[in-house]
């Protein structure tokens, strides 16, 4: 099946400091999602993407649907503590007949004050 | 405010005895979805309702059932829970498999197996 690789699997970052993730597959993919999930709820959507090429902003995030469909980058600008979680990427690959989310192992935040 | 309710939050059962979690959502979205997440892990896809139309995984055991007599409820039932059923289950919802806005989540049931 197809598989997301979402990296890094963790961060730890001092407050006010940019971050970076991103998913990668050898699939194409038609949407991209970034998700936050903070522990003990469920995730809540930060962007969605549906264009190759689409930049997005909700915020301080960024994200942007690669060119070649292949793969996904969410940024967060000024980190602060709230930021704490773990994010993951999903999306649906354009060769799934059912159209299931895809989703990648997702990257834990931590922020140091 | 639309939302997806979850109910338990957290459930507590003992092995092999029968448990039901539960899912509502006022989004009038036409299709719902039972996720299985084990800690730290991405959630795992056990099986979605498109309208009334079931569609189950095909790795998902067949100690876990569905139900949904409408189109705002949806009922996850494990009928033999096992010790390695513990987990948290989360409830999304979408418009269509494709959804403009994506899946949204419920804020999930934390099961737990003694």
């Known amino acids: 099946g197809q598989q997301l690789n979402q990296s890094p699997q963790s961060m730890f970052i001092q407050e006010g400091e940019d971050v970076s993730m991103n998913c990668t597959s050898s699939s194409i993919f038609n949407t991209w999602l970034w998700y936050k999930q903070d522990p003990g709820e469920g995730p809540v959507l930060l962007i969605a993407?549906?264009?190759?090429?689409e930049l997005t902003s909700n915020g301080r995030l960024t994200a942007q649907f690669g060119i070649t469909r292949k793969d996904s980058f969410l940024n967060i600008s000024a980190s602060i503590p709230s930021d704490v979680g773990i994010y993951f990427c999903a999306g649906h690959p354009s060769n799934n007949a059912g159209n299931m989310l895809t989703f990648g192992g997702g990257t834990r935040l931590m922020v140091k004050p | 405010d639309a939302m997806v309710i979850q109910n338990p939050r957290y459930q507590v059962t003992q092995f092999g005895k029968p448990v039901t979690l539960s899912c509502s959502q006022t989004l009038n979205h036409n299709v719902m979805y039972w996720y299985q997440q084990k800690s730290s892990q991405a959630p795992k896809l056990l099986f979605h309702?498109?309208?009334?139309?079931?569609?189950n995984e095909a790795d998902t055991p067949d100690n876990f059932q569905s139900r949904r007599p409408n189109t705002s409820f949806c009922f996850l039932d494990i009928r033999s829970p096992g010790l390695g059923d513990a987990a948290m289950y989360l409830c999304?919802?979408?418009?269509?498999?494709?959804?403009?806005?994506?899946?949204?989540f419920g804020p999930g049931t934390r099961l737990t197996v003694l």
């Open positions: 993407l549906y264009k190759a090429g």
């Open positions: 309702y498109y309208d009334k139309d079931f569609n």
């Open positions: 999304a919802t979408s418009r269509g498999l494709v959804g403009p806005r994506g899946q949204f």
